[in-house]
């Protein structure tokens, strides 16, 4: 099994005709997939294919694609369009004029698709075709060294969740073992201030059924059974080769859920402690769910 992480880089180079490039893939935590793509003039097409391509292969995470061309050729037939340029500069007044965004640099629209056009027939339609589709591959195997990069990150972050898991389960094994002295502590703390109020009035039988009913509600036994089953599921979820990020986001609220009641229950002090301890682990290990695919 391989748990996908989404932090990772990767680099491709190639080559053709006049034309040289170099292709940085890198990506980090996001929510869902979002792809963001840089590439030289002229080659408009090469950022649907890298959207297409970083769909095939992740599922999350905040994808930047870099594609960096030169060429030994001197072209003289580009042109700025400077409808696109007009365009561009009117949907960012807004946010400019808002406070929400700077002022766009000459050189930050100049990058943007559709502000520099080159003449194709520099190097002929079907060579530029075929520059482009070299390109596109190029991505194609920066994205494939991005992938395994984040397969390698989550073969490490694997091992890490499996040591806070057994953490946690030794936690809950250790707080199993003082809950079940809870009720007898609870039965003689109540006994006590109960006579302490009532004095004669106190019958064995009237203790005897407010103890209990105590008893009861500080029993955190299934609080225990559940976060016992939460351990198995997540362990079942390292041993599944599937994006699972989503359902470790949803298995640590329910973690920490039960961890929670289980303080709030606790009349011990070692209990307790224990359920701090547990709290405190569980949130190290939804740091680190953070960076599951």
């Not at 990767?10 to 792809?35: F, H, I």
């Not at 500080?218 to 979820?237: F, Y």
């Amino acid at each position: 099994m391989t748990l996908a992480s989404m932090t990772g880089f990767a680099r491709s180079e190639g080559a053709q005709g006049d034309w040289s490039w170099a292709v940085e893939a890198r990506s980090v935590n996001g929510r869902n997939l979002d792809l963001r793509f840089r590439g030289p003039p002229g080659f408009d097409g090469l950022e649907r294919a890298a959207r297409e391509a970083a769909q095939t292969r992740f599922q999350r995470g905040s994808v930047t694609v870099n594609v960096q061309g030169k060429t030994t050729k001197k072209t003289t037939g580009g042109r700025i369009n400077v409808d696109a340029v007009e365009r561009y500069l009117t949907l960012c007044a807004p946010f400019v004029a808002a406070g929400r965004a700077a002022a766009p640099t000459m050189d930050g629209v100049l990058s943007l698709p559709g502000v520099v056009e080159l003449d194709a027939s520099d190097d002929g339609p079907d060579l530029h075709a075929a520059i482009e589709a070299a390109m596109a591959r190029s991505i194609d195997e920066a994205l494939d060294g991005l992938k395994s990069a984040r397969a390698e990150e989550g073969a490490s972050l694997a091992w890490v969740l499996r040591g806070f898991l057994q953490v946690i389960e030794r936690l809950v094994i250790a707080a199993a073992s003082d809950a079940a002295e809870q009720p007898v502590l609870i039965k003689q703390r109540f006994e006590r201030r109960l006579t302490e109020l009532a004095g004669d009035a106190a019958t064995p039988e009237r203790l005897a059924q407010e103890a209990a009913a105590l008893a009861l509600k500080a029993d955190v036994r299934e609080e225990l059974d559940r976060l016992t089953g939460h351990v198995a599921s997540a362990r079942a979820l390292l041993s599944q080769d599937l994006a699972s990020g989503r359902r470790f986001d949803f298995l640590t609220q329910e973690f920490m859920r039960e961890a929670n009641t289980l303080c709030a229950k606790s009349a011990m002090p070692s209990l307790t402690s224990l359920g701090l301890e547990l709290k405190a682990t569980i949130d190290q290990f939804r740091e680190q769910v953070q960076n599951v695919e």
